[in-house]
């Protein structure tokens, strides 16, 4: 088992930035990729970014391209989402996930609030 905690969450105003992070303990060794996704009211959870435990590729929705960073630290075990330029679109409960291939995320944080006020 792998347990995920996520912390950084809150409210920002449109323009300004958030920094999430995930912090990975257990079995972190079975772990190929962490990711985080979001899911506002309404609407279906979705991948927002992805990175491999050796930080040799990642992945980003089309919306958060070139506005969100996802980094690692380098024990692998601390995944970190930088958020620039919100946008009042990007509020949603983040989920930190991570998984032992590149689509099969089967560990689940709790999520974590970001809210982006226009």
């Known amino acids: 088992q792998v347990q995920l905690v996520e912390t950084g969450g809150g409210l920002v105003q449109a323009g300004g930035s958030l920094r999430l992070s995930c912090a990975a303990s257990?079995?972190?060794?079975?772990?190929?990729?962490m990711g985080w996704f979001r899911q506002a009211p309404g609407k279906e959870r979705e991948l927002v970014a992805r990175i491999t435990i050796r930080a040799d590729m990642t992945g980003y929705v089309d919306s958060v391209k070139g506005r969100f960073t996802i980094s690692r630290d380098n024990a692998g075990n601390t995944v970190y989402l930088r958020m620039n330029s919100l946008k009042p679109e990007d509020t949603a409960v983040y989920y930190c996930a991570a998984g032992s291939t590149w689509t099969d995320f089967r560990y689940w944080g709790r999520g974590t609030q970001v809210t982006v006020s226009s």
């Open positions: 257990g079995r972190t060794s079975s772990m190929y990729a």
